[in-house]
């Protein structure tokens, strides 16, 4: 449990750190924070909270950043009762916006997705949803030819969707059926969503060091699974990546993976209203120094969908959060 004052460091040392962009040392905080303390008891504190995981030192620097524990602490305890300043002349904008809702509630998601993006100087990702998303009713795989498949999937819906996979060899006919059955099992009443995962699940648990040909042909046919997939996905602000980052091999892997429909859609995919996934919490190696903040939106009584922002772990939370929230209150109140 974090004293008051501790509590009341942390959350300066986040807010300098993201108006500053430098490690926070106790000389910073003696000058722009409203402690009425010594810099030696500044120092303890600081050293304190790094001793418990919520402050990182910075190489040989005497300052220090806040670490994923300590945004984590910060998001769950700190901020939910933190009376911040609020972007009142974005929530105004906002507001105006919402008064010209159109009928497309699809069209105008996207359009407000644009908005959040130009707003917040942040990369945002819109993923449109069903609410009644179809269950995949079977699966079956038909050989064309030794190195060609036709992946059929079945909804419950009565959408029958296909695909033909090509691979580099040969998988004989006891393969092709154990591949069958087994996709079977991982897919067969699962939404297509939750199927996929089911499958990735499923080789992450295997012996890759084998390339048996069952897991070799399953993670081949994985990569065109995304057929039975309705999602549309709409990117805003890729330019502000560029910001994010000094590091330009990074922010290559990272527009690699904004190209990356299947890693977007799971990247911010989330099973409660707002989530915010920090660093490594994300589990994506080129992002362990980026946040994704994620909103479920209803669009009306059967369409859904996922907005999110993507940005540097020094973001401005409280003020993302409270924009991200409006959006959501707007788009209940106008169904």
């Known amino acids: ?75 769950d305890h700190i901020l939910p009762t933190e009376d911040s300043e609020k972007p009142f002349d974005r929530m105004v904008f906002l507001a105006d916006w919402f008064d010209q809702q159109s009928s497309d509630h699809a069209e105008f998601a996207l359009r407000t997705a644009d908005l959040l993006a130009q707003l917040s100087h942040f990369t945002t990702v819109l993923v449109g949803t069903k609410l009644d998303e179809p269950s995949i009713y079977n699966v079956k795989l038909i050989a064309v030819d030794s190195d060609k498949l036709l992946l059929i999937v079945l909804l419950d819906n009565g959408t029958i969707k296909q695909r033909l996979a090509v691979f580099k060899e040969s998988f004989d006919n006891k393969t092709i059926q154990l591949a069958e059955k087994q996709l079977q099992a991982l897919l067969i009443n699962y939404s297509t969503r939750v199927g996929q995962q089911n499958i990735k699940v499923w080789l992450s648990s295997m012996n890759m060091a084998d390339e048996q040909s069952l897991t070799r ?36 892997r990272v527009y690699r993976l904004l ?72 788009f209940n109140d106008k169904q």
Do not use: C, W
């Not at 040392?25 to 402690?35: A, F, P, Q, R, V």
């Not at 081949?220 to 805003?236: E, G, K, N, R, T």
């Open 259 to 330: 190209e990356d429909e299947e890693e977007l859609t799971q990247l911010v995919a989330i099973n409660q209203p707002l989530q915010v996934k920090i660093g490594k919490e994300i589990g994506l190696a080129d992002l362990t120094d980026f946040s994704v903040i994620s909103a479920r939106y209803h669009l009306n009584e059967t369409e859904d969908a996922l907005m999110a922002v993507i940005g540097p772990v020094n973001m401005p939370y409280s003020q993302l959060i409270t924009m991200m929230r409006f959006i959501e209150n707007h």
């Open 1 to 75: 449990m974090l004293t008051k004052r501790q509590i009341h460091v942390l959350q300066l040392v986040i807010q300098l750190y993201y108006e500053i962009g430098e490690p926070i040392g106790s000389k910073t905080l003696m000058e722009k924070g409203d402690l009425n303390v010594s810099s030696a008891t500044l120092r303890n504190e600081m050293m304190q909270l790094e001793s418990l995981g919520f402050l990182e030192k910075f190489h040989t620097s005497s300052g220090r950043l806040p670490s994923t524990s300590g945004y984590r602490y910060y998001i």
């Open 217 to 252: 042909l399953i993670k081949q046919l994985y990569h065109y699974f995304s057929i039975a997939s309705d999602d549309y996905i709409h990117i805003s602000g890729r330019q502000h990546i560029l910001d994010s980052s000094d590091d330009i091999s990074r922010i290559k």
